[in-house]
């Protein structure tokens, strides 16, 4: 498995590197997108700036024009020469400028004419105010320049309306003398301004403080900003406003923008008539903005490596795959294989080195508890032999009791010199013992003690139907029904006679067993020489019955059958434990 | 008569109601400068710079609307009539002289002769010309205290600007575009003839005496209007 972890953790790594990279690469994006919408922005207000001083220059020219017309030189050189500017006078003069005008379809027409004579006087006005007249215009700084002999532009603000305004003039050509001047005006309209970002895909809007004059779409912008930029600006020149200033944000409805402000020059920059350049803000380019910005044609083949995606997953899968084959499935599926031969029997133990890492690991864990099952089931039988004494393979033995109390007594005779019986005692299986039946379950063991061997418990007397000195009632089917329990083939093996047993069952119910055994035990000490004195049968009764408790509890076997024979050329006593079956 | 003469006409008749005992005209032609100052820079631009006609040479700079006189005593207080009534009309675009000249305590009224009401103030004090719009054909008076030149302009129309000038001598005139000056009823006395223009005092003056009796003529000479003047 340190492979597959380590190719995990490369694995795991390569991801986190990605999803780095990926939340990471929008940003220097998003931030030269930005970079490049403001210098766009930067680009086309200078743009703007060029064409509307382009637009002034062919202004010029129309003036320039339009003053050289002999008829405007004539009236206007007429109109000098009067004391004062009559109705009549002017009306000639209107229908003059007019006519002019008209000529000038196809060209930029002019939304306004006003035609001043030498004095600085306004003979006539065109398509504007056309029923004023006699004014003194002089005293502007576009008509003083014009009545003095240049040429130039302007902006007006007249009626909440933006002008450009050129003036002219007006020369007589034989005589060079000056007959008056002309200024032509065109409105700053939505048209204009349309034109103007025609091919720079922005928007541009004029603006006379907070009032909007003109725009190439309809914005709903929030002009406080604005004005404010403006206000900052401060001196500096006009015409360097669009690298000077920096783009503010500003928002139009639910849209946000960029914008970029630039003063408009002349007469109305005391008025706060500017211009501004609007980009509409992108959207943050962030993760998903990112995704979101995503077209068809980046994912098509031939522009995106789908090869080398699709060949760099299948390598990783696949060197995952095989490192969990080679780590963890194949040594799996060896140590199941092994683990079920282990369940089969077909083997004792699993083989620890044939199984890598974690794998052997197990096994040797599970050899571990097939070890440690096995010591303790020697041990087991170990105590087991040390509490009964040697007994056969399969043998629960016997326990010497009173050895050292109680004169060995052997009922019948004088005391072997030979081992005590347990080590001759076999246990017969009762279901393979001809003649016995298997017994019947019993819930609780029989509180009934055992039967000496030499007595046949059976021609006894009927156990009474409670047991002296506090033992308990054995039920009322075991006299009759129960089947002799592994004791019984004890004694068979002793005193003989398999069929004695369900009398030894219902004789051992009664203190008359305990009577017995302990006229057995005297007997068998008076035959061993020993005295027995001070022997009583309720002292031995009392010990017998702790004894049997004793045992019970210790082997959790169903009774205890005494036995007395000779050791050591004395009385003794053991104690057999009888088992169910 | 010109527009400029006739304002001047004004000013000596009001100045000189009262008139004195023993008084002559004094009158005179300012010996302008051969070279007269260079144009000044538009006071406004568009987007581009003003360029010449290629028909005929730009006029020149007319600098005599711009000039006045005053005859101040030589020592002495000032002698002379009560002060009179300055006329300043205001015609357009414009003032119809870009610079007014008028005796503390004079009352100067400015009448609005063109189509549009403006409201004037003067820059150096708010307080000189009453508050209000002066509608078309409407006047504005007010009396001037001290002697100081007042910039009298509309804050709605930046190139609408005039200047007064106040003196406390009652000689004062204007000049007309040839550059002659006439101050009537002088009384006869050791005078010195200073020129403002524009927008100071010009250096130098010209000593002048009047006569008891007869007109008395005077050129004065003036500097070169290139040198920075003083206020």
């Given at each position: 498995m340190f492979f597959s972890k380590i190719w995990f953790f490369l694995v795991a790594l390569a991801a986190a590197v990605a999803v780095a990279v990926a939340l990471l690469m929008p940003r220097p994006a998003a931030r030269a997108h930005v970079d490049n919408e403001k210098q766009r922005l930067v680009v086309a207000c200078t743009v703007i700036d060029i064409l509307l001083g382009d637009d002034a220059r062919n202004r010029v020219d129309l003036a320039s024009a339009f003053a050289s017309k002999l008829e405007i030189v004539t009236a206007l050189e007429a109109a000098s020469g009067a004391a004062s500017i009559d109705e009549a006078r002017m009306k000639q003069v209107r229908s003059t400028g007019t006519a002019v005008m008209e000529e000038m379809k196809g060209k930029r027409k002019p939304d306004f004419a006003v035609l001043i004579d030498r004095r600085g006087r306004v003979v006539a006005r065109v398509a504007l105010d056309e029923n004023d007249f006699g004014d003194v215009?002089?005293?502007?700084?576009?008509?003083?320049?014009?009545?003095?002999?240049?040429?130039?532009?302007?902006?007006?603000?007249?009626?909440?309306?933006?002008?450009?305004?050129t003036a002219a003039p007006v020369v007589k050509r034989d005589t060079q003398a000056y007959a008056g001047a002309i200024i032509l005006g065109h409105q700053v309209t939505n048209a204009l301004a349309q034109r103007l970002v025609k091919s720079l895909d922005v928007d541009v809007g004029f603006y006379l403080g907070k009032d909007e004059v003109a725009g190439s779409k309809t914005l709903a912008v929030e002009a406080t900003p604005l004005v404010d930029?403006?206000?900052?600006?401060?001196?500096?020149?006009?015409?360097?406003?669009?690298?000077?200033?920096?783009?503010?944000?500003?928002?139009?409805?639910?849209?946000?923008?960029t914008a970029l402000v630039a003063r408009l020059p002349g007469e109305v920059s005391t008025r706060q008539a500017y211009y501004s350049v609007f980009i509409k803000r992108p959207?943050?380019?962030?993760?998903?903005?990112?995704?979101?910005?995503?077209?068809?044609?980046?994912?098509?083949?031939?522009?995106?490596?789908?090869?080398?995606?699709?060949?760099?997953?299948?390598?990783?899968?696949?060197?995952?795959?095989?490192?969990?084959?080679?780590?963890?499935?194949?040594?799996?599926?060896?140590?199941?294989?092994?683990?079920?031969?282990?369940?089969?029997?077909?083997?004792?133990?699993?083989?620890?080195?044939?199984?890598?890492?974690?794998f052997g690991s197990i096994a040797r864990s599970v050899n571990i508890h097939i070890d440690k099952l096995g010591r303790e089931a020697k041990s087991a039988k170990k105590d087991m032999d040390q509490l009964l004494g040697p007994s056969p393979e399969g043998s629960l033995g016997t326990i010497d009791l009173l050895a050292t109390a109680l004169p060995a007594v052997r009922p019948g005779g004088s005391a072997p010199a030979s081992s005590p019986p347990p080590s001759e005692f076999k246990f017969t299986n009762p279901a393979t013992q001809p003649g016995l039946a298997a017994p019947p379950p019993r819930p609780t063991p029989s509180p009934r003690p055992g039967t000496p061997p030499p007595v046949a418990p059976a021609?006894?007397?009927?156990?009474?139907?409670?047991?002296?000195?506090?033992?308990?009632?054995?039920?009322?089917?075991?006299?009759?029904?129960?089947?002799a329990p592994s004791a019984l083939n004890l004694d068979d093996d002793i005193l003989g006679g398999a069929g004695d047993a369900p009398e030894l069952a219902e004789e051992a119910a009664g203190g008359d067993y305990f009577a017995q055994v302990f006229e057995q035990f005297v007997t068998m000490k008076k035959s061993c020489g020993e005295s027995t004195s001070g022997l009583t049968i309720e002292k031995f009764t009392e010990k017998l019955i702790r004894n049997r408790d004793d045992l019970m509890a210790k082997t959790g076997c169903r009774d205890v059958k005494f036995t007395v024979y000779v050791k050591d050329g004395k009385a003794a006593l053991k104690a057999t434990p009888v088992k169910d079956d | 008569m010109s527009l400029p003469l006739r304002v001047c006409v004004v000013v000596f008749g009001s100045l000189v109601a009262a008139g004195q005992v023993q008084a002559g005209p004094v009158s005179g032609k300012l010996?302008?400068?051969?070279?007269?100052?260079?144009?000044?820079?538009?006071?406004?631009?568009?987007?581009?710079?003003?360029?010449?006609?290629?028909?005929?040479?730009?006029?020149?700079?007319?600098?005599?609307?711009?000039?006045?006189?005053?005859?101040e005593q030589a020592e002495g207080a000032q002698k002379g009539s009560a002060p009179g009534q300055v006329l300043w009309e205001l015609v357009g675009e414009s003032f119809s002289r870009p610079v007014m000249i008028a005796a503390i305590g004079s009352e100067v009224v400015i009448k609005n002769v063109s189509k549009t009401a403006r409201t004037l103030v003067a820059l150096e004090d708010d307080k000189l010309v009453p508050s209000g719009p002066i509608n078309p054909t409407g006047p504005k008076s007010f009396r001037v205290a001290e002697a100081k030149v007042y910039t009298i302009a509309d804050k709605d129309a930046a190139h609408l600007r005039g200047t007064l000038v106040t003196v406390t001598s009652p000689y004062v005139a204007t000049v007309d575009d040839a550059g002659r000056f006439?101050?009537?009823?002088?009384?006869?006395?050791?005078?010195?003839?200073?020129?403002?223009?524009?927008?100071?005092?010009?250096?130098?003056?010209?000593?002048?005496?009047?006569?008891?009796?007869?007109?008395?003529?005077?050129?004065?000479k003036v500097p070169a209007l290139t040198a920075p003047q003083k206020k």
């Open positions: 215009a002089a005293g502007r700084p576009l008509v003083d320049d014009a009545l003095a002999g240049y040429l130039r532009d302007d902006l007006w603000a007249h009626n909440g309306t933006l002008y450009l305004v930029a403006i206000k900052r600006i401060g001196g500096g020149e006009i015409n360097q406003d669009c690298l000077a200033n920096k783009p503010i944000p500003i928002t139009a409805g639910k849209d946000s923008y959207a943050a380019l962030g993760f998903a903005g990112t995704l979101d910005a995503v077209e068809q044609a980046d994912l098509a083949p031939g522009s995106f490596p789908w090869i080398l995606v699709g060949a760099g997953f299948v390598v990783m899968l696949g060197v995952g795959i095989a490192m969990m084959f080679v780590e963890s499935d194949r040594p799996l599926r060896r140590l199941t294989a092994e683990a079920v031969r282990l369940a089969k029997g077909e083997t004792e133990r699993l083989s620890e080195d044939a199984h890598p890492g974690k021609r006894q007397a009927a156990p009474p139907r409670t047991p002296p000195l506090g033992l308990p009632t054995p039920p009322p089917s075991f006299a009759s029904a129960a089947p | 010996d302008l400068p051969k070279e007269l100052p260079p144009r000044e820079p538009a006071a406004t631009k568009g987007f581009l710079d003003r360029v010449e006609n290629p028909l005929a040479n730009p006029r020149p700079v007319a600098v005599t609307p711009h000039m006045v006189v005053v005859l006439e101050l009537a009823d002088v009384p006869e006395g050791s005078y010195k003839l200073r020129i403002f223009y524009k927008t100071g005092w010009l250096d130098g003056t010209t000593d002048v005496v009047v006569a008891a009796k007869g007109k008395t003529e005077v050129n004065p």
